[in-house]
Nanobody, 120 residues
């Protein structure tokens, strides 16, 4: 069993930055992929970024603006979001799984989500 807890959401103006954190517990942190997904009102949950060891993966919509990283000593994953746009507004979820997929339904372990709102 894996538990994940997100933090760091909030309200920011377009062009601004936010950093999300995701603390994981329950299993050996290095064993699994850690990912970020987001869901805007009325839209399907979508893949944002993922990481395992030092390998990272990004959705095209965030490439060059968002950076995913992990601190193994703290069992924590971060999502640094720069140059934020109003269309980045969504609830952001942290997830963990032993396999990688951009399909959210494949991931087994989820946090409760944190709201990110980008004003224009």
């Amino acid at each position: 069993q894996v538990q994940v807890v997100e933090s760091g959401g909030g309200l920011v103006q377009a062009g601004g930055s936010l950093r999300l954190s995701c603390a994981a517990s329950g299993r050996t942190f290095n064993d699994f992929f850690m990912g970020w997904f987001r869901q805007a009102p009325g839209k399907e949950r979508e893949f944002v970024a993922a990481i395992r060891w030092i390998t990272t993966y990004y959705a095209d919509s965030v490439k060059g603006r968002f950076t995913i990283s992990r601190d193994n000593a703290k069992n924590t994953v971060y999502l640094q979001m720069n140059s934020l746009k109003p269309e980045d507004t969504a609830v952001y979820y942290c997830a963990a799984d032993f396999s990688l997929s951009t399909d959210w339904s494949v991931w087994d372990y989820w946090g409760q989500g944190t709201q990110v709102t980008v004003s224009s």
